[in-house]
Every structure is written in C-alpha cells, then in structure tokens.
C-alpha cells in the first residue's frame, strides 16, 4: 500500500521490464462547462519515470485536464487510458485505486481532525473491526521523516501554518500507491529548503517509475525539475517539448501566445503624507513589539522567510489575532482595532493569502463573492438588483475568465479566483489595502494585469501593504521594504538598498559585511 521509496530510500527503483511505457494517455479529451467549451481535443500520452511540466495562463485549461484524470471532474468528450486500457473515471476514489493521486492547488483538508486522520481519511487502517490509529501515526511519521518534515501526527491541521498544510497535502497522495502523481502549484506555500526536499522525493519517485506531472506558474522550477514541458492555452495544447529546450522568456512568450511586454512597471513615489503609524505592535505569537509606517499612495513591501512573522503581523494588525500591545495611528489619529470589522469601519482591507480556505465562497458564484464582505464579522451585501452589474463591471475591469456568471467559483482558476477575491475588497473603497501574496499561482500574465491593478488604486491615493515570499516581486513593486526575522522587523530598505542580497541578509539576520557567511 506504500511507497517502498519511502521505506527504503533509493533502492527501490523498478525493474526496467516492469515500467509501462504509457503510463496514462487521453485521446481527444474535451470538457464543456454550462456550454462554454474549456478543454479541446487533448491527445496526450504520460510515461512513467519521466517527470513533465505543464504551464499556461490561468483559464488555459491545464487544471481542468488535470482534474478530468483525478475523477474530479468527469469528461464531456474523449478517453483516458490507463496502460493502455480505456477507463471510466467518474470519482477520485475510481482515480486512486487506479494508481492515479493528485495535489490539488486549493487544499483539501479538515481543520477539525488530525494529521493522520486527514492523511488516511477515505483508507483507514484497521485491527479487525478497530482503527489501527497506532499503525497509522507510526506510517505519517515515516513518511513525515523521510521528507525532513516535524509534524506530529496528532497535532490538528486547523493548528498549522498554510506551508504545513501544503506538505501534508503532498503526504497524503504521497502515502498511498500511485504510479501517476499530479502536482498542481505543490510549491506556491513551501521555503526554498522544502522545495528542495520535494525537489529530491519527485526524483526518487520518477527513478522508482511513477509518472509525475507538475503544473507551476515558477518557470524556472518547471525548467529545472521537468525533462518535458506542455504549454496549455486557451483549452488547447499548444506545445510539447523537451525542457532543455526552452529558455523561461520562450516559455512565457508559448504561455500568452506572442512575446511578452516588459514585465515590471515603474516604481511609484509614494505621496508624503502619513496615514498609517503602528508602534510597538505586538501578539501573543508575535512577542517582539513591530514599528513602521504607511504614505498615502504607497506600495510597501513586507517580506521575509517563512515563519518570520509576515501574516501574523497583518493579521494582527487589522485584529484578527488579539494584540498584546502597540498603537496604531491613521491620519495621526490612534484607533483601536480589536476584531476585523474594526478595521474595515477604520478603513483598513486585508486579502487574505489562503484564498480558498478563507477568503471566497468556493461553492458560490462571482457576483455574490463580491458582494459579500463576511470575514470578521461585518456584513455588508449589494441589493440583489446590483451585485450582477456589479460583478460585470469587475469581470470586465479585472480581464476575468469564468465559464459563466453562474457558475461557482471553485470552477475558475486559481489566478481568476485571485481577481475575485481582489475585487471584493477593492469594492469597499478601502484606504490601506493588505495584499498577503497577491500573485501566489498565478500565471506571468494574471501577475502583470495585478501589478497595474495596484498602481492605479495607488495613483487614486489608495496605500498598500504588499505581503510576499518573491523576493523579485518585492524588489520590482515596492518603494521601501520592511524585512522581517523571527517576528520582528530586522531593518529597513528603500530605493538603491532593495535587492535581494540585502533583502536575504536581513532575513537571515547578517548584516552586509557578512557575505562570506552567507555563502557558507
């Protein structure tokens, strides 16, 4: 039922006369959502042992092939193959017993039960008529150790970070025996050092002859871990060839279908005047007291490694997490934020960075998400009349992509669902806007409409907070950079100092006379 790979490291590579050569195909597969057509006629073929990357805008239908396999979604047209035998994948559970395991991009697990609980949820293992909860921890310990991971089983997935959550989601399809595995965006939460250790399991895997296929809008990523690269657009497969063959810049230019314009816009002048001072912000997980400020206009950056405190300060800030001290001013004027609503009365908007989880209602259509505004116990809805108008005017604005305006909106990708969710809180009209990775998995196009969407509401005077793990994007967005350590803020960057070398310093706590640590 398990990886031996797992167990036993890497000696547990296959026989060569035991690896099928077609691991899984499709053949004219199609998918059709409330008429619109969003998948045509892909033929493709998997084998196993090689790993192959598939990139595309989001909306270019490369999830949807994905989910079509996983029995997440069942075909309109066309077949898939399982060794060469034509299969009927109506449920993830008919895609799991044939060998088929997939990561999703939107996590899928229960906050209420625990680690082990989530990893074997659907496969529990028994003693008789008795759950053998015993065997079960010891098998997530395992598995756990092996991917250099310090998670108890027992702890409950409602207590951990959103990067945890990702690596017990990769865990859980891991644990089980598939000979195909899908990745969807398994990288977007995860520190450079889990990524290598991924990195090392999909190689180990492929060498042991499972087929993997990885979808990342990280180009480079794709480029290095991929021996093949499909590039899906507008529900086609506009190309398939060897990853060596392709510079990033290629890849891009496939992905929008002509070669892409500057990437990064010029870096706005913040305005001098003030609206937003926090002094000696503090919480219980956040013990070290944080300063900084905010102009009015401004696109501040707040970056930092994972488990610096960058979402616990903002969360703390618009009352989310109950603040231990500090004080924080707008307009020079000290207001208290105790619960969320407090900061939107105040003016104050935070995009949360697990959009699926918290930030939309994944079950309800694209007008009433942006008319909701629910989080933290402030209601506020449009007239019924409205929230259609509203949402078109949005749709059009934002360039979003929807099978249509009925249709729920776990349906759109993930960057549409971004866009969404960025224009539920635009719609408030807010004074700061808080953007806690606004561009995680989001293809290079969606990321360039995101970065002028934010320097048009900052043109308009409206000041952001830019929450982000790229140091690149960082860099190219924002006019000064607070880089945080360890809950606190390290130091400082503006203009000429933001570049990564400074930025990896302070994150590290070094100081720029220390480069030859650093490279140690």
């Not at 079509?68 to 399982?82: E, F, R």
Request: proline residues 3%; contains cysteine.
């Amino acid at each position: 039922m398990y990886y031996s790979i797992f167990m036993n490291g890497n000696n547990a590579k296959q026989p060569e006369n035991q690896i099928d050569p077609a691991a899984l195909s499709t053949e004219q597969l199609s998918k059709d959502f409330s008429g619109v057509s969003v998948l045509h006629d892909i033929t493709l073929s998997f084998k196993a042992g090689e790993i192959t990357g598939i990139i595309g805008e989001n909306g270019a239908g490369k999830s949807t092939f994905m989910k079509l396999m996983a029995g997440i979604h069942t075909p309109s047209s066309g077949k898939i193959l399982v060794r060469g035998e034509h299969v009927d994948i109506r449920t993830p559970m008919i895609s799991k017993r044939l060998g088929i395991s997939m990561v999703p991009q939107e996590m899928n697990l229960v906050d209420t039960l625990t680690v082990f609980e989530n990893v074997f949820l659907g496969n529990e293992l028994t003693s008789g008529p008795v759950l053998d909860k015993t065997r079960m921890k010891r098998e997530v310990s395992r598995i756990f150790e092996r991917m250099r991971i310090s998670i108890s089983p027992d702890t409950f997935v409602g207590d951990l970070s959103i990067s945890q959550k990702q690596m017990v989601e990769i865990a859980k399809a891991l644990i089980h025996n598939a000979r195909f595995l899908i990745l969807d965006e398994p990288t977007s939460t995860l520190s450079a050092t889990e990524i290598t250790v991924l990195f090392d399991i999909m190689r180990e895997l492929a060498a042991s002859g499972v087929a993997i296929l990885f979808i990342s809008h990280k180009l480079t990523e794709v480029r290095d871990i991929t021996s093949r690269i499909l590039v899906f657009r507008d529900g086609n497969c506009v190309h398939d060839g060897r990853s060596a063959d392709m510079t990033e810049r290629e890849m891009a230019n496939r992905m929008v279908g002509r070669n892409i314009d500057e990437f990064y816009l010029p870096k706005r002048v913040p305005m001098e005047e003030q609206i937003l001072t926090v002094t000696g912000l503090s919480a219980e997980d956040m013990p070290k007291a944080v300063d900084f400020n905010l102009a009015k206009g401004e696109i501040l950056g707040i970056t930092g490694l994972v488990g610096s405190g960058r979402t616990e300060l903002a969360e703390t800030l618009v009352g989310l997490k109950r603040k231990t001290g500090g004080t924080v001013l707008m307009n020079g004027n000290e207001i208290q934020i105790r619960k969320y609503k407090d900061a939107l009365l105040n003016g104050i908007a935070y995009v949360t960075e697990d959009r699926g989880g918290q930030g939309l209602l994944l079950d309800s259509a694209m007008p009433l998400n942006i008319a909701l505004r629910g989080l933290g116990g402030l209601l506020r809805i449009l007239p019924k009349k409205d929230e259609r108008v509203t949402a078109e005017r949005y749709q059009r604005q934002f360039f979003i992509k929807a099978p249509s305006m009925e249709s729920e909106v776990r349906y759109m990708s993930g960057g549409n669902q971004q866009k969404v969710l960025f224009a539920k809180w635009v719609e408030m009209s807010p004074s700061v806007l808080i953007l806690d990775e606004p561009t995680r998995g989001i293809d290079v196009n969606a990321k360039k409409e995101m970065y002028v969407f934010m320097h048009a509401l900052a043109e308009k005077g409206v000041s952001i907070i830019v929450i982000s793990s790229s140091f690149e994007e960082i860099i190219w967005l924002c006019s000064r950079v607070y880089v945080m350590r360890e809950g606190r803020v390290s130091g400082m960057l503006a203009g000429a100092e933001i570049n990564e070398q400074n930025i990896m310093y302070k994150a590290a706590g070094l100081h720029s006379g220390d480069s030859a640590a650093a490279n140690q």
